[in-house]
């Protein structure tokens, strides 16, 4: 009986442990030339599905919840828009974005 009021408390600890929480980050969105870059910090990360950030304006304030990406699974770092839109840091895929 011991052993199972041991087993039990175990797996709910690693149950309770492996929930994982979302964590948003303040950030803010930047919209040049048709290319949208999440600004965090120092850092402007493109986004690959703008579309999550087409309702915001930009220089908006923001929480965003992302994850970084190598690229976007197209060609779209291959071609730049304009002269006005760097490199930037890297790329991300939105996870949530909602308004400060």
């Not at 890297?90 to 400060?100: A, T």
């Amino acid at each position: 009986m011991k052993k199972l009021v041991y087993f039990v408390i175990a797996v709910s600890i690693c149950l309770l442990s492996s929930c994982k929480k979302d964590s948003y980050t303040n950030a803010t969105v930047v919209k040049v030339c048709g290319i949208h870059f999440l600004r965090v910090l120092d850092k402007e990360y493109k986004i690959c599905n703008a579309e999550k950030t087409s309702t915001f304006e930009n220089n908006q304030k923001v929480f965003a919840n992302f994850h970084l990406v190598k690229n976007c699974g197209d060609n779209r770092d291959q071609h730049p828009v304009c002269a006005l839109v760097g490199p930037g840091d890297g790329w991300i895929n939105i996870i949530d974005i909602k308004m400060q």
